[in-house]
């Protein structure tokens, strides 16, 4: 088993293919990352606000405590694998990508675009989704227990067997304007 690679302070990558590498307090901010290749990565306190990331393969990535804003995922290669934990992920886009059992861990997840994404079995644990947007979105076995502020249409969206808390259920009826008094 090769020694994990460690990149600190960088602010640009000069190859393309990154094979069990650590990138900590790196920052790419509006970088583009065109036809790069990362597999058993971790990005540790990485600033990738506005990140470009065109046919970009992650495979098997750990985003920690990273700033995220703004990164339209859907046009980096389709077949990706990573989790997020304590992430800022603002306005980014996952527009119909497929994000089966990946890991949303107290992230800001304020309008980020999850349309006709397949999510099922994700994990929203303790994770902000304010004005994210569910439309067509597969939400089938899910757990939005501890999440907070989604709101999302059951009848636009697929949430069979998904997980919810009695604290939020609130975010499932929405579009009707009432209000729930605790």
């Known amino acids: 088993m090769t020694e994990e690679i460690i990149f600190e302070r960088e602010n640009q990558l000069r190859q393309d293919e990154y ?5 900590i307090n790196c920052n790419f901010s ?3 990352f065109s036809n790069f290749r990362f597999e058993n990565c971790r990005f540790i306190d990485c600033n990738l606000h506005m990140l470009k990331v065109v046919n970009t393969l992650f495979s098997d990535i750990d985003f920690k405590g990273s700033k995220m804003n703004g990164i339209k995922f859907e046009t980096a290669n389709p077949f ?11 306005h980014s886009s996952f527009y119909k990508m497929k994000l089966r059992e990946l ?3 107290n992230c800001s997840l304020k309008g980020v675009d999850f349309t006709q994404a397949d999510l099922k079995g994700v994990d929203f644990d303790n994770s902000d ?3 994210a947007l569910f439309d067509k979105t597969i939400l089938e076995n899910a757990d939005l ?4 502020n989604f709101a ?4 636009n ?5 998904a997980k919810f808390s009695n604290s939020n259920l609130a975010g499932l009826l929405t579009k009707y304007n009432i209000k729930i008094e605790q």
Not at 145 to 148: K, L, M, Q, S
């Open 152 to 155: 999302i249409d059951p009848s």
């Open 129 to 131: 989704l304010l004005d």
């Open 145 to 148: 227990r501890t999440a907070i």
């Open 80 to 90: 990706v694998s990573f989790s997020f934990d304590n992430c800022l992920l603002n």
């Open 157 to 161: 969206n697929k949430v069979a067997k």
């Open 19 to 23: 094979v069990r590498c650590a990138f």
């Open 30 to 32: 509006e970088e583009h």
């Open 103 to 105: 890991k949303f861990v």
